[in-house]
């Protein structure tokens, strides 16, 4: 090793799901929607005067976190928009988590968690959801430096309700909680008008699932004036534009179409509806879902086998060689034509 590796921060990074591309290939690894944006993102991208790209863009993405503050009912200074939800989890965990105590948040849940901690140097602990893969909100009734909680949880799909949300934030009044939900507009409650009554509570979302636009980063979060603040002066300390001009329109074009994005996530909830049965007759215990995605376990066969089974003929699926979710697949929600073909797969393989 040269003297200047000592020097270099090292980290071990998050692996997200690949991102492969075969003409015939059924992608069902990184819960990515299977409709396209709405309608007016693409009437934005054609009409769009490129003569804009010689100025900044504003620093704080006012025509997207305007409309978001409409949307949400909140005011202008409860939003802060970024780069993807990451970045704005990312920014969270910089801004809210410089104590000694541990921050925590569940040992099965978004696995970027432990990569931030790590990366920034934060001490965390992971307690153990139980059996049923539940969140239990007394492991987080202890001192701690911060919580972080996905509701719906991923990989798990589970929702907690809102009063279980809510019990955690009212023992952890000396501590920010991020509530990650990334998931809810497909089921849950959210945690968004506690924001109203709890200072110290931050809503991250994403425009990465719901809204069909993962490849175009956006992600926001909702909390009291003071926490946003905190956290527009750390982005601020080191890239005041992570917004393009091109995200800041094309998101505020989407928030528009309350239509558009009302029958898109219908028709998920749909096709996860009809999917459970038909996994379960291949043998697959289906956990509940609020999400997305299905989270699933075959009696018989184990997943990693299925899950390069799938892989050879051109159908993703993610599969984590991880204690506890070894045996799981986790199973976007794709058009039902891709999950048909998904079940006439498995059907062969099993
Ligand atoms: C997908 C996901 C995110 C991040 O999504 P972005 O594309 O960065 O907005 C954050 N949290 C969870 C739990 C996710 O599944």
């Not at 909140?74 to 809210?96: E, I, K």
């Not at 043998?283 to 299925?306: P, R, T, Y």
């Amino acid at each position: 090793m040269a003297l200047w590796e000592n020097n270099v921060r090292t980290v071990e990074p998050y692996v997200p799901g690949e991102q492969p591309s075969f003409p015939d290939m059924i992608k069902l690894n990184t819960n990515e929607n299977p409709y396209p944006p709405a309608p007016g993102v693409a009437a934005v991208l054609k009409g769009f005067d490129t003569d804009v790209l010689r100025r900044y863009p504003k620093p704080d993405a006012h025509e997207l976190a305007e409309q978001l503050a409409k949307e949400y009912n909140v005011g202008f200074n409860n939003v802060f928009v970024g780069v993807g939800s990451d970045d704005v989890l990312g920014t969270a965990f910089l801004t809210f988590f410089k104590g000694r105590l541990p921050i925590l948040f569940p040992d099965i849940t978004y696995s970027f968690y432990p990569v931030w901690a790590e990366l920034y140097g934060i001490p965390y602990e992971t307690p153990a959801v139980d059996e049923d893969f539940r969140i239990r909100k007394e492991d987080y009734y202890q001192m701690n430096g911060g919580i972080v909680i996905a509701n719906p949880n991923a990989p798990t799909t589970i929702a907690e309700p809102l009063s279980f949300i809510e019990d955690i934030v009212r023992h952890n009044a000396d501590s920010v909680v991020i509530v990650d939900e990334a998931y809810i507009d497909f089921g849950g409650e959210s945690a968004l008008e506690l924001t109203k009554k709890y200072e110290n509570l931050l809503v991250v979302r994403t425009f990465s699932k719901s809204r069909s636009m993962a490849g175009m980063r956006i992600g926001f979060a909702i909390g009291s004036e003071k926490l946003i603040s905190y956290m527009m002066a750390v982005r601020n300390s080191y890239n005041s534009y992570t917004m393009t001009t091109l995200s800041i329109l094309c998101g505020a074009e989407s928030l528009k179409d309350r239509g558009y994005f009302t029958k898109t996530v219908e028709r998920i909830k749909e096709t996860r509806k009809r999917s459970v049965p038909e996994l379960e007759k291949l043998g697959f215990k289906v956990l509940d879902s609020s999400a997305n995605f299905l989270f699933v376990s075959h009696e018989k066969a184990a997943a990693k086998e299925i899950f390069e089974k799938l892989k050879e003929k051109h159908i993703f699926v993610r599969y984590f060689a991880k204690p506890r979710i070894d045996n799981y697949l986790r199973i976007t929600v794709g058009t039902d034509e891709e999950m048909d073909r998904l079940f006439a797969a498995l059907r062969e393989i099993l």
